[in-house]
Structure formats: C-alpha cells, structure tokens
C-alpha cells in the first residue's frame, strides 16, 4: 500500500475557494475510506471529511459542514475536498489519509499541503 499525496494547496483570501486532490493507490482508490484532516499551527489534527470507496457515503465535521464536500474523482484515481467561503481560521496544513473499512486508524498519510486564508 503505497502512501497518498495531497496537492491544490496554495494562498487564497478570504472568502474564496480552493480545490484539494488527494491521489491514491489503486487499491485504496478502490477499497478503503479515505478521509481529508488538517493541521493549524499549535494545534492537534482535525478530522475534516470521509468518503467510503464502496456505496460512495460520506461524512463530515461539524466545523465544515455546508462549506466543504468530499468527492472522488474516478478518472483520476483522486478523493477531492472542495472548500468554500475559506476564512482565516482554516489555514492549516492539510492532510488525506487512508483505512480499510473495518478499521478505526488512519495509515499512509500524504505529506501535506498547505493552505492559508489571509487578505
């Protein structure tokens, strides 16, 4: 299982919209639940969004909900996490990450991408 990697990060001012890929192994691509978090300075990581590769559910954070949306793109083999109406307090380093279904814990995280909010 190869790691994931995250890319569509950049500076955007407030308000505005970014598009995240987050390309994944085929395996995981086609099998697993791949999930968005992120990171902010000084603190923890964030659950953010999921999405089930089978039957296509999905899931998000509270923190997020009605701004953000998960998708997977199956030409590409990518999960996606579009953002809308970004503020400051979403910048972030933002991570995917992969599970099997049946587990709880995340594995073959990407590397991160940054994305900053500011005017």
């Known amino acids: 299982q190869g790691r994931l990697a995250e890319s569509g990060g950049g500076l955007v001012q407030p308000g505005g919209s970014l598009r995240l890929s987050c390309s994944a192994p085929r395996r995981a691509f086609d099998w697993y639940v791949i999930g968005w978090f992120r990171q902010a300075p000084g603190k923890g990581r964030e659950f953010l969004a999921a999405i089930r590769s089978v039957g296509g559910r999905t899931a998000y954070a509270d923190s997020v909900k009605g701004r953000f949306t998960i998708s997977r793109n199956n030409a590409k083999n990518t999960v996606d996490l579009q953002m809308n109406n970004l503020n400051p307090e979403d910048t972030a380093i933002y991570y995917c990450?992969?599970?099997?279904?049946?587990?709880?814990?995340?594995?073959?995280w990407g590397q991160g991408t940054q994305v900053t909010v500011s005017s």
């Open positions: 990450a992969a599970r099997a279904p049946q587990e709880t814990e995340y594995e073959n």
